[in-house]
């Protein structure tokens, strides 16, 4: 059966049994995998705290005792992303003295400002218009047979 062009062996080659399976239906739909299923649960560790490095200046600390709190309850601040929170709390101050100085709405002030906007984002900080809605934890029995027995 020739498979497109006036050579023999010309053209697109048939897919795969497995190419089919993975990429779905002829055409230029995909297909949706499955995500997990209802038996699989989803553990979340315990946001852990981050305290403010001892070499922050003053009004950085003040930065980050003000949003720590937030990033933290988003899992967004952990001691691997502390170097960029304290980068974003020193922004967040040189964008205070821009902001009061001469340079308020020049070329400076203006850059320091989408700076702190990625950066606030970066850490689930700055509203994103639609609201963040968080799964309700999975009550499970103290006896895993507790779902079997009916007692009234």
């Not at 059966?1 to 739909?29: D, I, Q, W, Y």
């Not at 305290?51 to 001691?79: F, N």
Request: glycine share 12%.
């Amino acid at each position: 059966m020739p498979r497109g062009g006036r050579r023999a062996g010309s053209g697109r080659k048939p897919k795969t049994r497995l190419e089919k399976e993975v990429t779905g239906n002829p055409g230029h739909r995909g297909r949706v995998l499955p995500g997990p299923g209802a038996g699989v649960v989803l553990v979340v560790a315990a946001p852990s705290t981050v305290d403010p490095p001892d070499d922050l200046p003053v009004e950085e600390r003040a930065v980050w005792v003000v949003l720590a709190p937030h990033a933290i309850a988003a899992r967004t601040l952990t001691p691997a992303t502390a170097l960029g929170f304290r980068m974003l709390c020193r922004n967040v101050v040189l964008e205070h003295t821009l902001a009061t100085g001469e340079d308020r709405g020049g070329p400076n002030h203006r850059g320091i400002l989408q700076r702190v906007d990625a950066e606030l984002a970066a850490f689930c900080l700055r509203p994103f218009g639609k609201p963040i809605y968080e799964a309700e934890p999975v009550a499970t029995p103290a006896n895993p047979l507790e779902k079997f027995l009916k007692r009234g």
